[in-house]
């Protein structure tokens, strides 16, 4: 429900579907689309609907989709990992950085990106209806960690990093 009216907000269709073996059928009437976004069964107490959609999830490359985990920017390294833990497929290897803007710092969630070996491909920020959606820079990330732990950490300004930094901004 929840979905739909923001469906309705963005001015974007929603379609829900009955179960993920119903997936597939839906996909193919949205062969023409450009963006696909399926939310997960994160709700479900059961592991068996879970696993059903991963399943289901874990055909799409072969349809020419390319599947997407989200991880939360101000989530914890534990949640992280139970988020690729469950949902990702074998087919999952990229990953959408969400709430940029509400992180603390971004370095727990690109920690979790690169023990997981998960390429990022989008980053979003903003609040509700104004989401910005960019693809993933990564000299901007860097530059942004150097800045937010640059004053406090005396790591970060060592010679090595701040050439780093120098090199990536040029």
């Known amino acids: 429900e929840q979905l739909l009216t923001y469906g309705q907000l963005l001015g974007i269709n929603v379609r829900a579907v009955d179960g993920p073996e119903r997936l597939p059928d839906l996909l193919d009437q949205l062969a023409g689309k450009t963006l696909i976004i399926v939310e997960g069964a994160s709700h479900w107490a059961d592991e068996a609907p879970r696993q059903a959609q991963r399943r289901g999830l874990s055909g799409l490359e072969s349809r020419g989709l390319r599947v997407l985990l989200t991880l939360p920017a101000y989530g914890e390294a534990r949640y992280l990992d139970r988020v ?6 074998p087919g999952s290897s990229g990953c959408i950085i969400t709430h940029l803007d509400a992180a603390v710092s971004p370095g727990i969630v690109l920690g979790t990106v690169l023990e997981q070996r998960l390429t990022p491909v989008y980053t979003t920020s903003g609040p509700g209806d104004q989401v910005e959606i960019e693809s993933f820079d990564g000299s901007v990330m860097v530059r942004r960690l150097i800045q ?9 300004t060592h010679p090595d990093v701040m050439e780093v930094n120098a090199h990536g901004a040029g």
């Open 84 to 89: 690729v833990d469950r949902y990702a497929t």
């Open 148 to 156: 937010e732990t640059g004053s406090s950490n005396p790591a970060m």
